[in-house]
T-cell receptor
Framework: GESVGLHLPTLSVQEGDNSIINCAYSNSASDYFIWYKQESGKGPQFIIDIRSNMDKRQGQRVTVLLNKTVKHLSLQIAATQPGDSAVYFC???????????FGSGTRLLVRP | GAVVSQHPSWVICKSGTSVKIECRSLDFQATTMFWYRQFPKQSLMLMATSNEGSKATYEQGVEKDKFLINHASLTLSTLTVTSAHPEDSSFYICSARDSGRFQETQYFGPGTRLLVL
């Protein structure tokens, strides 16, 4: 999940369907993971986070899954709505600097 | 809770001038704040970590004399872009970590769009 890339991958889903956004991270020492939603022209908005001692955490309409074996993180959004259209970033951290390393992001488009 | 504000939300300036951007944590104390810049269709790039009462820690490749950071209180950090040039035009976003919680969650401000002519 390094911050690279000149274009954003896009996921297009039908309104009402479930969305799954994936993220891979590279640092096996990371023990904290977080998902942000960023709408156009705005700052990132916290969605949900998870620690490495868990493999699943649920929020309101969202679920984060963590697979430490393959260093993979996913965000599931249930019953996707037009308001969910945005760019979604995963980030990892966990050292004493409190810095987060951001992934390249995925653009979610919700079709009416 | 966990609201972070930024001011101004956008600014246009002439090349060679300096621009100051403020970042405030409104309902929590933040000993640590972070400054990012973001280019269109790209991810966030960390510029520096701002620590209350001490010098900022800059990421590799970020000029500390160009991007001055001051974290004078537990709720305010400022970023000053000195002698701005067109290539400094970008979206600058700050974030803050709640010092009262033992967690890494960063709460972001709404961003400041800088255009240098």
């Amino acid at each position: 999940g390094e911050s690279v890339g000149l274009h954003l991958p896009t996921l297009s889903v039908q309104e009402g369907d479930n969305s799954i956004i994936n993220c891979a991270y590279s640092n096996s020492a990371s023990d904290y993971f977080i998902w942000y939603k960023q709408e156009s022209g705005k700052g990132p908005q916290f969605i949900i986070d998870i620690r490495s001692n868990m493999d699943k955490r649920q929020g309101q309409r969202v679920t984060v899954l963590l697979n430490k074996t393959v260093k993979h993180l996913s965000l599931q959004i249930a019953a996707t709505q037009p308001g969910d259209s945005a760019v979604y970033f995963c980030a990892s951290g966990g050292d004493s600097s409190y810095k987060l390393i951001f992934g390249s992001g995925t653009r979610l488009l919700v079709r009416p | 809770g966990a609201v972070v504000s930024q001011h101004p939300s956008w600014v246009i300036c002439k090349s060679g001038t300096s621009v100051k951007i403020e970042c405030r944590s409104l309902d929590f104390q933040a000993t640590t704040m972070f400054w990012y810049r973001q280019f269109p269709k790209q991810s966030l790039m960390l510029m520096a970590t701002s620590n209350e009462g001490s010098k900022a820690t800059y990421e590799q490749g970020v000029e500390k004399d160009k991007f001055l950071i001051n974290h004078a209180s537990l709720t305010l950090s400022t970023l000053t872009v000195t002698s701005a040039h067109p290539e400094d035009s970008s979206f600058y976003i700050c974030s803050a970590r709640d010092s009262g919680r033992f967690q890494e969650t960063q709460y972001f401000g709404p961003g400041t769009r800088l255009l240098v002519l």
